[in-house]
């Protein structure tokens, strides 16, 4: 039960990691919107990828932690490869 209730404990911490860096996604969004396209691709790649390549490994770190048959287990498998 213990190492149930600690593992539930790092995927919030981890699901609230995640929902920072897609707010902060949707915010750097906002910002260049009505932008050029060649602009919009330039700070696309200068702000964006910094926090996907964290949400990232953050996943992948998480994913090593549940079981192979998990939905959540699933979902993050299904989302590394994307």
């Not at 911490?13 to 897609?22: D, E, I, M, N, T």
């Not at 906002?30 to 919009?40: S, Y």
């Not at 696309?44 to 932690?65: F, Q």
Request: aromatic letters at 6%.
């Amino acid at each position: 039960m213990a190492s149930r209730l600690h593992t539930f404990f790092l995927l919030l911490k981890g699901c609230a990691l995640g929902v920072r860096k897609f707010d902060a996604l949707v915010a750097i969004k906002r910002e260049v919107n009505g932008l050029p396209a060649h602009e919009r691709k330039a700070a696309r790649n200068a702000r964006s990828r910094p926090l996907i390549d964290e949400l990232y490994d953050v996943l992948r770190k998480h994913r090593t932690k549940l079981s192979g048959k998990s939905e959540t287990a699933e979902a993050i498998d299904y989302s590394l490869k994307r």
